[in-house]
C-alpha cells in the first residue's frame, strides 16, 4: 500500500536560516504532490502543487522540488520567521480521476527569534 | 459562500448514540471529501464526492460510517453506534473538479465519545 514519510520529529531553526523538509512516499508514482500549512486548531491550509513533469516550483520564499526518481519532495523555507512555525503536511495524489491525495503525517518546524 | 463551513465545531455524545456532521462547501465546488484526523497525524481519507455521486468510500472505516450529499452541496457524515475510538477531528475539504486543485478545509468537527 502507499506510504508517505516525513520527519517525524520537530525541526527547530533559527530566523533567518533555511527550513528544509523532506517528503518520502513508496509503492506508487504521483501525478502531482501537494504541500499544505497547518495551524493548531485550525484546518490545512493550500500552499504549492509540483506536478510529476516539473522539477522545482517557487512562490515567494518558497521552494518545492520533486524526484520522481528518488520518490522525494523536499519543501523549503528561506529566510525562515517565527511566523513559519507550524505543520507542514505533504500529500501525494493517488490515480482514480480525480484529485485524491494521501497526507503525511506532517513535520512540526519551530522557527526561533 | 466565504469558506468551507461544518457544525456543530464540537460534539460530545455517548458510547451508541448516533451522530450526524454537517459540511457545507464552497459555492461552485463540486468535489467534496472527508478526512479525519487524529492528534499529531495528518488528515485520513473517508469519503469522496463529485456532485451528489459518492464515487469513493473507500476509506469509510466500517458499515456505522455513511455520508450522502443529496443536491450536490450540504454534505453529511453519519456514524452510528458510536464507540469511543470514533473519538477524532473529523474535516471536510471541497475543490473545483478533477484532479490537481487545492483543496479547501473546513475548520472540522471535534467528535467526543464518552
Known amino acids: 500500500s502507499q506510504k508517505i514519510e516525513q520527519n517525524s520529529e520537530a525541526l527547530n531553526i533559527q530566523e533567518g536560516k533555511t527550513a528544509t523538509l523532506t517528503c518520502n512516499y513508496t509503492n506508487y508514482s504521483p501525478a502531482y504532490l501537494q504541500w499544505y500549512r497547518q495551524d493548531p486548531g485550525r484546518g490545512p491550509v493550500f500552499l504549492l502543487l509540483?506536478?510529476?513533469?516539473?522539477k522545482e516550483k517557487r512562490k515567494e520564499r518558497l521552494k518545492v522540488t520533486f524526484d520522481t526518481t528518488l520518490k522525494q519532495s523536499l519543501f523549503h523555507i528561506t529566510a525562515s520567521q517565527p511566523a513559519d512555525s507550524a505543520t507542514y503536511l505533504c500529500a501525494p495524489s493517488v490515480s482514480g480521476g480525480y484529485n485524491k491525495l494521501i497526507f503525511g503525517a506532517g513535520t512540526r518546524l519551530a522557527v526561533h527569534p | 459562500g466565504a469558506g468551507v463551513s461544518q457544525s456543530p465545531r464540537y460534539k460530545v455524545t455517548k458510547r451508541g448514540q448516533d451522530v450526524a456532521l454537517r459540511c457545507d462547501p464552497i459555492s461552485g465546488h463540486v468535489s467534496l471529501y472527508w478526512y479525519r484526523q487524529a492528534l499529531g497525524q495528518g488528515p485520513e481519507f473517508l469519503t469522496y464526492f463529485n456532485y451528489e455521486a459518492q464515487q469513493d468510500k473507500s476509506g469509510l472505516p466500517n458499515d456505522r460510517f455513511s455520508a450522502e450529499r443529496p443536491e450536490g452541496s450540504i454534505s453529511t457524515l453519519t456514524i452510528q453506534r458510536t464507540e469511543q475510538r470514533d473519538s477524532a477531528m473529523y474535516r471536510c475539504a471541497s475543490s473545483l473538479p478533477g484532479g490537481g486543485y487545492e483543496q479547501y478545509f473546513g475548520p472540522g468537527t471535534r467528535l467526543t465519545v464518552t
Open positions: 509540483i506536478r510529476e513533469n516539473e
